[in-house]
């Protein structure tokens, strides 16, 4: 029988449900858009450095799966690029 190997270094994730607090970090983006993530959690009395880093990268997952989600919980098709409607004819170089 074949053992699964282990994997090496540091195991991802903390473990801890930080939930409540993205949801509040969310709303509160949501009211003032031109904070940053990281100004908008100190301003939630967060200060601890590696609690501020830990819930800023949660913060980007959850905002990056809810962005490709449109509101029917299909995943958005990503548009091709246009392309120009005058063919670009370059001149020659001297």
């Given at each position: 029988m074949?053992?699964?190997r282990?994997?090496?270094?540091?195991p991802?994730?903390t473990?801890?449900?930080?939930?409540?607090r993205?949801?509040?970090?969310?709303?509160?983006?949501?009211?003032h858009?031109e904070?940053?993530p990281?100004?908008?959690?100190?301003a939630m009395?967060?200060?601890?450095?590696s609690?501020v880093?830990?819930i800023r990268?949660?913060?980007k997952?959850?905002?990056?799966s809810?962005?490709?989600?449109s509101?029917?919980g299909?995943?958005?098709?990503?548009?091709?690029?246009?392309?120009?409607?005058?063919?670009?004819?370059?001149a020659?170089?001297?």
């Open positions: 074949l053992e699964a282990g994997r090496r270094g540091r991802k994730g473990g801890i449900d930080d939930s409540d993205i949801a509040r970090l969310a709303e509160l983006l949501r009211i858009p904070l940053r990281t100004t908008a959690i100190r009395g967060i200060i601890d450095p609690i880093r830990r990268d949660k913060y997952v959850h905002k990056r809810t962005a490709q989600l509101s029917s299909t995943p958005i098709q990503p548009q091709r690029p246009r392309q120009p409607a005058v063919p670009v004819i370059l020659p170089r001297s």
